[in-house]
C-alpha cells in the first residue's frame, strides 16, 4: 500500500503562485509515476500532470502547459506541483496520485491508472 498526502493548497487571487506538496509513504516507490489530478464542483476528475520515477519525463494537461510544473523528490519521498499564473477555471480539490506504469507515461491520464490517491486539497482562485 502507498499512502498519499497532500498540503499546500489555499485561497489566492488570480496571477498568483502557489506549490503543492504530496507526501508519499508505505510501499516503496520504485518505477513508480505520481500524478496530480484536480475535481471542480459539478465535474468529473481531470488528469494534471505526470512525472516517471526519475522526474525526467513529465506530461501535462494542455490547460495547464507553460503554467504548472511536476516534481519529485525521491530521497523525500515528496512529490510537487508549482502552479504560476493561476486562473479561476483552475479552482478545484487536487489530488496526487501513484501507480506502477507498464507503459508510455502519456497515457497515463485517466483516474483509472492509478491504485492510490491521498485525500485532496483545496485550490481556490479568486478573480
Known amino acids: 500500500q502507498v499512502q498519499l498526502v497532500e498540503s499546500g493548497g489555499g485561497l489566492v487571487q488570480a496571477g498568483d503562485s502557489l506549490r503543492l506538496s504530496c507526501a508519499a509513504s508505505?510501499?516503496?516507490?520504485?518505477?513508480?509515476?505520481m500524478g496530480w489530478f484536480r475535481q471542480a464542483p459539478g465535474k468529473e476528475r481531470e488528469f494534471v500532470a505526470v512525472?516517471?520515477?526519475?522526474?525526467?519525463?513529465?506530461y501535462y494537461a494542455e490547460s495547464v502547459k507553460g503554467r504548472f510544473t511536476i516534481s519529485r523528490d525521491n530521497a523525500k519521498n515528496m512529490v510537487y506541483l508549482q502552479m504560476n499564473s493561476l486562473k479561476p477555471e483552475d479552482t478545484a480539490v487536487y489530488y496526487c496520485?501513484?501507480?506502477?506504469?507498464?507503459?508510455?507515461?502519456?497515457?497515463?491520464?485517466?483516474?483509472?491508472?492509478?491504485?492510490?490517491w491521498g485525500q485532496g486539497t483545496q485550490v481556490t482562485v479568486s478573480s
Open positions: 512525472t516517471n520515477w526519475s522526474g525526467g519525463s513529465t
Open positions: 496520485a501513484a501507480t506502477y506504469p507498464r507503459s508510455y507515461l502519456s497515457t497515463y491520464v485517466h483516474s483509472y491508472d492509478y491504485e492510490y
Open positions: 508505505g510501499r516503496s516507490l520504485s518505477n513508480s509515476a
